[in-house]
């Protein structure tokens, strides 16, 4: 493995450093090679690792080393009344169950570190899959920020169409204001024309009663003429065409000044009409504004019901951010326990890891 070989590489240069003696250095990377990492030393190995001497002087050195190894494993059974053959066979067959042990113990760490291996790659997946459940736990928390932001977007239109329902209902607030002023504009003018209207009548009356009071006051003086000529005709008769003359054109006057009168009357009553028909014309705009200031009470009142509505609406896009907050909240902490049993699982698979060379080692 690529750790394995780096750590083989600073082990050597360790040796480097400690040994200049090129058999001395090749023979200690034997031994690191054969008993720390389990490796059978090779004479090309051994120049591929250490690069010092000629291509004889790993061979040399590896011969050395296997020969020493031979000397060091072999039993020897001292006893002085054993024949020199059984001393032997002794020997051996120790050797052989040394050897023997030495296999076993191999196989077991073998088997071993083959557990320790799987172990390592379970807990790694282990960590992928967290790794995984992180990530889908990320997108979920980018996709629920992105809901809160098209809430909160939601939230900004309902501000800005309450604000613009506020800006409409001034508004009518300030026409209606300004209808009732032009409501009582209209109430006073229509107060001064029934005034002077009144104050018209009341001369055009009295300007009719003066006619027909004149128009007695000549009736009777005709009258009064005309008995006066009769008395007058039965002394008189000679002046009776003077007379007649004289009564035919005060009767002439007398009815210019009646014909008069009638045509003043007249143009009274005609001037009368045209301030009824204005009056009328009056009363109609005052209905036409009264007319119109129940439309705009009835849009204020519609008015009034859209802002209750939209407060209504802003009160429940609330609730729902306030409810999405707090299970973001939750998702967080569950991320959050996860993300600690990961980092738990993380530990132990290091310290897994860091028993495997201390097995090794012995």
């Known amino acids: 493995m690529p750790t394995d070989d780096a750590a083989l590489s600073q082990d050597v240069e360790a040796l480097r450093e400690r040994f200049t003696q090129t058999q001395e250095l090749y023979r200690e990377v034997c031994a690191l090679l054969f008993f720390r990492y389990g490796i059978t030393p090779t004479a090309n190995k051994l120049y591929q690792l250490v690069r010092k001497g000629s291509m004889s002087a790993p061979a040399e050195a590896l011969s050395k080393f296997w ?21 032997n066979v002794a020997g051996e067959l120790i050797a052989t169950l040394w050897a023997n042990a030495q296999a076993a113990a191999q ?27 992180r990530e889908a736990e990320w997108q979920a928390l980018q996709a ?18 309450l604000a613009v329902a506020d800006a409409n209902y001034a508004s009518l607030l300030v026409t209606v204001n ?18 002077e209207f009144n104050v018209e009548l009341d001369k055009l009356r009295a300007a009719a009663q003066l006619s027909e009071e004149r128009s007695q006051s000549t009736e009777k003086r005709m009258l009064v003429d005309i008995d006066r000529e009769r008395t007058a005709s039965a002394k008189l008769q000679k002046e009776l065409e003077a007379q007649v003359a004289a009564s035919s054109r005060t009767a002439q006057q007398h009815r210019q000044e009646c014909n008069a ?70 998702e967080e902490a569950q991320r959050q326990q996860q993300l600690d049993e990961a980092q738990r699982q993380q530990k132990k698979s290091q310290t897994v890891k860091q028993s495997k060379p201390r097995t090794q080692r012995s």
């Open 107 to 133: 196989e077991s760490l073998d088997a071993y570190r083959v557990q320790a291996e799987e172990t390592v790659l379970q807990a790694k997946a282990e960590v992928a899959a967290l790794q995984s459940e």
């Open 67 to 87: 020969q020493d190894l031979r000397e060091k494993s072999r039993t020897r059974i001292e006893h002085p009344d054993l024949p020199e053959n059984l001393k």
């Open 178 to 195: 300004e209808l009732k002023h032009d409501n009582s504009r209209v109430r006073l003018q229509l107060e001064d024309s029934r005034r």
């Open 144 to 161: 629920v920020k992105s809901e809160l932001k098209q809430a909160g977007q939601q939230i900004s239109t309902q501000d800005r169409a």
């Open 261 to 330: 009168l009638q045509q003043a009357l007249g143009d009274s009553r005609e001037k009368n009409g045209q301030l009824e028909g204005a009056l009328q014309a009056v009363t109609a705009s005052l209905d036409l504004a009264r007319l119109e200031s129940r439309q705009l009470q009835t849009q204020l009142n519609e008015a009034q019901v859209q802002i209750v509505r939209l407060g209504s609406q802003a009160d429940d896009l609330h609730r729902q951010l306030e409810e999405t907050q707090r299970q973001l909240q939750l």
